[in-house]
């Protein structure tokens, strides 16, 4: 068996397609979606990744407002840069790059965040409303990656309801959100949340139709752990010795049904959602 790619660089330039549809009827009606990036410092990947979504929104036609700090730049220093994204009325969802300089309290920057304008979904008050909401629409900006993640396996007819999925890593980003958007009415599926104390894990990934990796462990997941046929999906990426690897081992394509390729899968849906969130707050 070789297993269909799951390629996140196509239905992500899909996505974009649809999105700078949707942003020229916005502009037609005088309003134009700005999306907004805090970065402090000068960490080369943290640039690269903030210059990446700028690039985006130039293809769709959404504005886009930097504001770059020094690494010297206090605690006061982006607490006042968060204020004024949160008051300009072209921003309509940003985002504040991490990591942060050592000594500065992430979480408190994140929280101060407006919650209509928080593009990454990552918001308390956001998180919160995911939790509170167990079907239907949800109208507050939902995570970038679990999102993308689900969009990917939608638009290839992969079947979500009643699947059994294991969702491998318990991050904030990725692992505990998409728990809370794979078990909503609707979506209908049976996720296990595991991490790297999980009695039995082998055995729990097993069983599963569906598997996310994103634990952070380069070739983590080995093939005779996957059941035949089913989907993976590699989200962990490490630099080892100058290469980047994801968390699946490449021989499970022989015994998976889907997957999706590292980098070129989950990362450019990551991208395109966050556009998303911007456009809606607007739509």
Request: net charge negative; glycine share 12%.
């Amino acid at each position: 068996m070789t297993a269909q790619i799951l390629d996140g660089l196509k239905v992500s330039g899909q996505i974009k397609s649809e999105l700078a549809e949707q942003v020229a009827t916005l502009k037609q009606r005088g309003i134009t979606p700005g999306l907004g990036t805090l970065l402090v410092g000068s960490d080369p990947g943290s640039a690269a990744y903030v210059a990446g979504k700028h690039r985006d929104c130039e293809e769709v036609g959404i504005q886009s407002i930097r504001i770059d700090l020094d690494s010297s730049a206090t605690q006061s220093d982006i607490q006042a840069a968060i204020r004024d994204l949160n008051q300009d009325d072209e921003v309509t969802g940003f985002i504040v790059q991490l990591p942060l300089p050592g000594g500065i309290n992430a979480n408190q920057m994140l929280e101060m965040i407006d919650p209509e304008k928080d593009a990454d979904g990552l918001h308390p008050v956001n998180l919160g409303k995911l939790v509170m909401n167990l079907g239907g629409e949800v109208t507050s900006p939902l995570p970038c990656t679990p999102s993308g993640i689900l969009e990917l396996l939608g638009r290839y007819e992969v079947e979500l309801a009643g699947a059994e999925v294991a969702v491998v890593g318990r991050g904030l980003t990725v692992g505990r959100p998409l728990g809370l958007m794979l078990s909503r009415k609707g979506v209908d599926a049976t996720p296990t949340l595991l991490h790297s104390a999980s009695k039995d894990l082998e055995s729990a990934i097993r069983r599963a139709d569906i598997v996310v990796a994103a634990i952070g462990s380069p070739h983590f997941i080995k093939p005779e752990w996957i059941k035949p046929g089913a989907a993976v999906l590699d989200v962990g990426i490490t630099r080892v010795a100058g290469k980047l690897l994801g968390d699946v081992d490449p021989l499970v394509n022989e015994v998976a049904g889907f997957v999706s390729p590292n980098p070129g899968g989950v990362g450019p849906m990551t991208r395109a959602m966050l556009l998303k969130n911007v456009v809606l707050a607007v739509s």
